[in-house]
T-cell receptor, first 117, second 114 residues
Framework: AQKITQTQPGMFVQEKEAVTLDCTYDTSDPSYGLFWYKQPSSGEMIFLIYQGSYDQQNATEGRYSLNFQKARKSANLVISASQLGDSAMYFCAMRALSGGSNYKLTFGKGTLLTVNP | EAEVAQSPRYKITEKSQAVAFWCDPISGHATLYWYRQILGQGPELLVQFQDESVVDDSQLPKDRFSAERLKGVDSTLKIQPAELGDSAMYLC????????????FGPGTRLTVT
């Protein structure tokens, strides 16, 4: 079974500052992928960044980076230079890469990020 | 840019009525997923299709929910009869194949059962 824990129900950050959203996970799968999605108030889920469990380097996508610490089972999202448009719900998710779980995504409960001007 | 289409965007229905949601995945995507997202929670997979076949419906309440993807393209999720606890966002996603890293999500259907 897979489990994602996001302990921060809400976070506030000033515009142009960096913010870290926490995510810890638990799984028995030997290889897995970790994802972050953004969900604005309009409802759609927007893929942000992906990290494979065997990737040697932390993933980066523009202003997003994933701080992957395998031994601690954490996959924190770092957003640099926050913008007002970053205000949204952020979900951490994972899935097995071995196919045993039919590749379904398991999501955390999310963190609501508010960027203040 | 190709997108996953869903309709309706919003649906209000009375308890015990039937309701249906439609999803059209990105062209060429063989894998289609239906998720339910209760307010304040992350999405939870209801059913996964590979082409026209169901590969995972372990979390689908089969006494009232049904899903089909007859031609392996678009899909319909039905609830009959709807219950108050079914109020949620219903999200459809697709990927080129099941092992792909990225699932593309549609805008969702927000269901309110009164």
């Amino acid at each position: 079974a897979q489990k994602i824990t996001q302990t921060q129900p809400g976070m506030f950050v000033q515009e142009k500052e960096a913010v870290t959203l926490d995510c810890t996970y638990d799984t028995s799968d030997p290889s897995y992928g970790l994802f972050w999605y953004k969900q604005p108030s309009s409802g759609e889920m927007i893929f942000l960044i992906y990290q494979g469990s065997y990737d040697q380097q932390n993933a980066t996508e523009g202003r997003y980076s994933l701080n992957f610490q395998k031994a601690r089972k954490s996959a924190n999202l770092v957003i640099s230079a926050s913008q007002l448009g970053d205000s949204a719900m952020y979900f951490c998710a994972m899935r097995a890469l071995s196919g045993g779980s039919n590749y379904k995504l398991t999501f955390g409960k999310g963190t609501l990020l508010t960027v203040n001007p | 840019e190709a997108e996953v289409a869903q309709s309706p965007r919003y649906k209000i229905t009375e308890k015990s009525q039937a309701v249906a949601f439609w999803c059209d995945p990105i062209s060429g995507h063989a894998t289609l997923y239906w998720y339910r997202q209760i307010l304040g929670q992350g999405p939870e997979l209801l059913v996964q299709f590979q082409d026209e076949s169901v590969v995972d419906d372990s979390q689908l309440p089969k006494d009232r929910f049904s899903a089909e993807r007859l031609k392996g393209v678009d899909s319909t999720l039905k609830i009959q009869p709807a219950e108050l606890g079914d109020s949620a966002m219903y999200l459809c996603a697709s990927s080129w194949r099941a092992g792909m890293n990225e699932q593309y999500f549609g805008p969702g259907t927000r269901l309110t059962v009164t």
